[in-house]
């Protein structure tokens, strides 16, 4: 069935012969235009592209096999039908490998060429038909690709909340760090995606406490290096744990999340600007957070006591600039929720 929408574009140098196929395609319903050149053509395909074009392989101006690669590569929706002379076939063949999508020869049986455009619009329709079920499918699995990883991480999520709350020193703990991470995230001007990385990597940070002894990280005492070296291995734990179901960048920002910015933490193998940048915003909200909290072996310190701690830790275990910004964020309104 023709549709009104369907233009054809017919190039071709002879008059006569254009005039011919216009006469024969409008009677069959289409909307035809005609050019004499390559310039022409293109002309008129960039004031309105056309849904076919019947190309002679010999016009002025360019080569017809240049002039398809050039539409092809402009408009992939257009389709070309080369007119070639009836002892080219060769010249045929090659334009068909070069993206024709048919040919029809000449001296032209003008049935021929209704059936040729016929059969080449069909195939157009049907192309666009797949494209658009094609696209609409990947949509479907990006969407159904989104859904599952929510579950995944909502799960962990739950996992870190039920691990804080059996634990009456660090109820909440992920939650306030969120808190107080994308407060200085926001601080520092971070693209909208990368606060949502850093809000991923503040609920998740400590997952990897699940592997930790609970006698060790209750200790009232001061901790043994090998038990400290013990609960420290929660960052590297609780990154391989995520790592499936978020991106690389809030898998490196929990990874991280305890090395001091002039190197000097435990096992650090990075320092300064090469610690990613969320880590050291990690690194400050935890600490904040873990002073103004009690803890088995001390009570929390006030905010004033915690604000000193972390300015006299600037440029050693934390960034400097982290720490500007920290301290303009509205910190007196995440005030910790003691236990
Ligand atoms: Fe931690």
Redesign the pocket.
Known sequence: MVSQQERILIVDDEAAIRKLLCQKLSREGYQCEDADSAVQTLDKLRSSPAELVILDIKIPGKSGIELLSEIKADYPHTMIIMATAITETSIAIQCMKQGADDYVCKPFNLDEVAASVARTLDKRRLQLKIEEYQQHLEEQVDQQTMEIRKLFLGAIEALVFALEAKDRYTAGHSQRVTEIAVAIGSQLGLSADDIEDLRWAGLL??VG?IAVDQFIQNKPGKLTTSEYEHIMI??SVGAGIVKPVVNEKVVEMINH??DHYDGTGLHQVVAGEDIPLGARILAVA?AFDAMTSDRPYRSAMSMEEALNEIRRCTGTQFDSVVVTAFLETSVTKIIPVKA
Do not use: S, V
């Open positions: 940070h400590d406490k929660h960052a999340h305890h935890d």
